[in-house]
């Protein structure tokens, strides 16, 4: 019993032996057709333990190698020739690449990389045929730096920058000096790209001294340009390497938005009223009045009633009480003045006594 048991351990290593390679090969992987293509021939790069549905950037990059990377990031790369591709939900992909020459001398690679979300990135070593080869720059002798920590961005948005003012970050991250000498003042660079398109980059020193196996926090400012809105990236390059990215969302300036509309409102409401002052006072005044109170005519004509000849003499006549109608019929509507008509007047004779 005591000898079955050394041999079921054995059996069982054999077993799981062939498993802790394949789980050390967990991650993103790149393979290529063939290892060597002319200009204008191509490439069939394939690819396996990506994140499902993720975009991919393919490109052909000069002067690099598995094991250090990408050194002049995608400037040392054939980016007008790349091409974009997007994994299925198992993570895998397969894409044809056209063969270009990169921008500086080989050694070189076919570059995978994500474009959208968390990153990550594989290599393939790839040989363009007839470009020209050249050794790798050389590794700085001394110290060397690596990000301990994942970067993030410190900082928001102000009432400027609703307006359109630059977004400005501070760029933070911990890095520490993995090399045998201290550095002193180190030169960064950050860069900032919009979308696919390659970081624009700007250099920048930290002042300090980082001592061998020390460790140190670096916080360098990142500003982008006026009006600038979109999903952007940071990028942090340090000695020709890229040590870190960092996304970064920036939203619109709405307030710019705001202002145009009330330009595009109050602007012509504004020159249509100068216009009408204008138009009122230059034309010449109309005959009979004011200018306004000819408007007002026809409505009060319009609300009084037309009185006719018939109707206005009672009016005229009840002002004056001592001329009154004849009640004779025959007189009706003549007018006359008050006078005696009595036989016994002594100064008025009868019309029999003129007789």
Not at 31 to 53: I, P, Y
Not at 307 to 334: H, I, K, N, V
Request: with cysteine; aromatic share 6%.
């Amino acid at each position: 019993m005591k000898t079955r048991i050394p041999v079921l351990i054995a059996a069982l290593a054999l077993l799981l032996a062939p498993l802790t390679p394949a789980a050390a090969a967990e991650g993103p992987t790149v393979k290529l057709s063939k290892s060597q293509a002319g200009t204008g021939g191509s490439v069939t790069v394939t690819g396996s333990g990506w994140r499902e549905r993720a975009l991919l950037m393919i490109l052909i990059c000069g002067q690099s190698v598995p094991s250090r990377g990408v050194i002049g990031g995608t400037n040392s790369c054939a980016n007008a020739d790349g091409r974009a591709v997007t994994t299925d939900a198992e993570g895998r992909f397969r894409k044809e690449l056209p063969v270009a020459e990169p921008p500086v001398p080989c050694p070189c690679v076919v570059h995978v990389a994500t474009v959208t979300g968390a990153k990550a990135q594989a290599d393939a070593i790839f040989q363009v045929a007839g470009h020209a080869v050249e050794p790798l720059p050389a590794e700085p002798a001394g110290g060397r730096l690596s990000v301990l920590n994942d970067t993030r961005l410190d900082g928001s948005s102000g009432l400027l920058t609703w307006f359109g003012a630059p977004p400005a970050r501070t760029l933070v991250f911990t890095v520490g000096n993995v090399g045998t000498s201290a550095i002193k003042n180190p030169v960064f660079q950050v860069g900032t790209s919009h979308g696919v398109f390659a970081p624009q980059w700007e250099e920048q020193q930290w002042r300090g001294t980082i001592e061998p196996g020390r460790k140190a926090q670096i916080r360098l400012p990142v500003e982008l340009a006026a009006g600038a809105h979109g999903d952007y990236t940071v990028s942090l390059k340090y000695g020709g390497k890229v040590l870190a990215e960092q996304p970064w969302g920036v939203g619109r300036p709405w307030g710019v938005i705001l202002f145009w509309v009330l330009v595009c409102l109050v602007v012509p409401a504004a020159v249509f009223r100068i216009g009408m002052a204008v138009v009122d006072r230059v034309r010449p005044p109309r005959p009979g009045g004011a200018r306004h109170r000819g408007l007002r005519l026809p409505e009060l004509t319009l609300r009084l009633p037309r009185l006719t000849s018939r109707e206005q003499a009672p009016a005229s006549t009840s002002t004056l009480p001592w001329f009154t109608p004849d009640a004779d019929p025959g007189t009706a509507g003549r007018l006359s003045a008050p006078h005696d008509d009595s036989p016994t007047s002594p100064t008025t004779p009868s019309r029999k006594a003129q007789t």
